[in-house]
């Protein structure tokens, strides 16, 4: 939400890898959560969840890095389903609802 101008700070990175790596991470030890889907979370730290073949709709380039669409992101908190994320569909939905808006205007 950073990266995409929604929010100017965040307390936590949720990024997604492939199998691949996520079979590296966890055989480096990184402490692993397997999730209902089968897929795993991977702990790698305090304030950064790595989420195993974790992508919704699209990857586009935001300053020059790799991240979740916004449709995307509103699924995966979709998904998610905690308060927190259910805040965040909000705040999404207005970003889009204005933006949209002036991309019309122009």
């Not at 305090?46 to 989420?51: A, G, H, W």
Request: charged share 30%; hydrophobic share 35%; proline share 4%.
């Amino acid at each position: 939400m950073v990266l995409h101008g929604i929010r100017s700070v965040t307390n936590d990175i949720d990024l997604g890898c492939t199998r691949s790596l996520a079979d590296q991470l966890e055989a480096a030890g990184c402490p692993t959560v397997r999730m209902s889907d089968g897929t795993r979370k991977l702990c790698y730290a305090p304030d950064i969840e790595i989420f195993e073949e974790w992508l919704y709709d699209r990857v586009v380039i935001v300053d020059g890095i790799p991240t979740i669409s916004l449709p995307g992101l509103i699924q995966m908190k979709q998904e998610l389903g905690r308060e927190k994320d259910l805040r965040d569909i909000r705040l999404i939905e207005k970003y889009l609802s204005v933006h949209e808006t002036q991309e019309e205007v122009k």
